[in-house]
């Protein structure tokens, strides 16, 4: 006489519905976060679309730190934006000949429609500058971000020193 051992039938339907419910549960809140960073995503974007801001008298001044030499970069920088503050900023330098370049991230709040007087952080480097690019980090959602598609560019021959 053979016995069979085994999971009874309700016991193994049981199981297959939990396994079903716990897979649903797991898929919904996978595709509710996907949506949520999707649509914060578009949101950001949209506000650096919106965004106007402007960068002028761009100079410079030469200076040491940690022995090393390089510059400190000063401009005039205006917040044309009604409802969003200007954070930051980042600034990539190109230099004359070498194809070189550097690129600083630093801080600098100028409120809603204002205007302020920005000094960069320490940059390495004392080579003819060639091109500047300083783009605007804005916050968005409490959360700061760059605007890559808005730059102000500024040419190494309007670029004097201070």
Avoid: W
């Avoid at 679309?49 to 030499?69: E, P």
């Avoid at 503050?85 to 600034?91: A, E, H, P, S, Y």
Wanted: charged share 15%; with cysteine; aromatic share 10%.
């Amino acid at each position: 006489m053979i016995t069979r051992k085994g999971v009874t039938p309700i016991i193994g339907t049981l199981v297959l519905i939990l396994i079903s419910v716990a897979l649903g549960v797991a898929i919904f809140v996978f595709i509710k976060n996907y949506n949520v960073n999707l649509q914060t995503g578009v949101s950001e974007q949209a506000q650096c679309r919106g965004y106007s801001f402007s960068a002028g008298d761009v100079c410079y001044n030469n200076t040491v730190n940690n022995s090393k030499n390089g510059i400190l970069l000063k401009f005039n920088a205006i917040n044309y934006s009604p409802n969003l503050n200007l954070t930051g900023f980042r600034i990539s330098i190109y230099y004359e000949g070498s194809g070189a370049f550097n690129t600083i991230e630093f801080d600098s709040l100028i409120p809603a429609t204002q205007t302020g007087k920005v000094i960069s952080s320490f940059i390495e480097g004392t080579n003819a500058i060639h091109e500047i690019n300083i783009f605007p980090k804005i916050n968005v959602n409490n959360k700061n971000f760059i605007c890559e598609e808005i730059e102000k560019i500024v040419a190494g021959s309007e670029i004097k020193s201070c």
